[in-house]
């Protein structure tokens, strides 16, 4: 792989990579730690990639790997709470959704984002997450069942309703 491709593919990537490193962990250095990981992992692959997409979901597939692996080190003790987190605050609605969604375990956590936010299908998100097509189908609806509650439960208890 030449350095140009490398540079290419990690700036294309790089944010959404971080955006499901930190979906799966809940915390800003660790997803950077995982980034920095998965990236290394690219340049030092080597074999070439059939297509964009090809780079895509095994980039996806890593870093949801790296994210597992890192979740599961004895060394993961502390998380950062997502109040730590330096980046520009969601609009009001906005934030009550992604604070739901913090919430959520990670297995809906991250098929939540990669099917909502990255736009995935079914199909990409278990590939992505190494589960089958079902399991994945299951977990989405569960979550947005537990995303139903915990947001109509807010509704009823700030007496705010959403547009």
Do not use: C
Request: glycine share 4%; no cysteine.
């Amino acid at each position: 792989m030449t350095d140009e491709t490398f540079e290419h593919w990690a700036r294309t990537y790089g944010d959404t990579l971080f955006r499901v490193a930190f979906h799966a962990l809940a915390s800003h250095p660790d997803a950077e730690d995982v980034v920095q990981t998965v990236l290394l992992k690219l340049y030092q692959e080597p074999r070439d990639f059939e297509s964009e997409e090809h780079v895509k979901r095994w980039l996806l597939r890593v870093t949801v790997n790296e994210a597992r692996r890192l979740l599961r080190s004895p060394w993961h003790r502390r998380r950062v709470p997502l109040e730590d987190w330096d980046a520009p605050a969601p609009a009001p609605a906005e934030s009550d959704v992604l604070d739901q969604v913090m919430a959520l375990p990670g297995k809906y956590r991250v098929s939540i984002y990669l099917y909502y936010y990255e736009g995935l299908s079914v199909r990409e998100v278990a590939q992505a997450m190494g589960a089958g097509e079902s399991t994945v189908q299951t977990w989405l609806q569960r979550a947005r069942e537990k995303l139903r509650l915990a947001l109509s439960e807010e509704k009823e208890e700030t007496g705010y309703a959403r547009p």
